[in-house]
């Protein structure tokens, strides 16, 4: 008997059919339609934490500084310059990538600031920078928040 006038048989076929194919596609893209956006938050939440503990790390040196010299110290990052000189700090201001740090003293102490970089992206529908501050009493303020679009709240976090 020929292969050609043999009947067509299911039981020996192998392999999957083309609906069980794209059953199991769409299954895949609904499930990483709703897990990319979460990942993006958690991303986001990680990148934000650096800044939180980059600032506290300023803090420390400002206090440890000023318990040295009786003040504090202005920590001013120059991006036009592509030197930065070294600072009595302590605190490299030029090997971060994510966010640009700055230290403005006030009258009653200093603001540090951490701001997020161009090249930065905290969020895809980021219209605009993240943004923290610390002040000389430890008060973490979240000047814009790009997780959420919007100014943070006008209390210490």
Known sequence: MSTLSAPFS???????????????????????????????????KAKQSEAKSNLSHIYTLEQSYFGDRDVFYALIQTPTSGVVPPNDLGFDIQGHRRYQYNVALTA???????????????????????????????????VYDCVKGGPGPTTPL
């Open 10 to 44: 299911l039981k020996n076929d192998k392999g999957f059919s083309l609906v069980e194919l794209m059953i199991v596609v769409a299954i895949i893209g609904v499930l990483s339609a709703l897990a990319v956006p979460k990942f993006q938050s958690f991303q986001a």
């Open 108 to 142: 009653a102490g200093f603001d540090a600031f951490a701001y997020a970089n161009t090249l930065t992206v905290i969020s895809s529908n980021c219209l605009q920078k993240d943004q923290w501050k610390i002040n000389h009493l430890k008060e973490l303020y979240l």
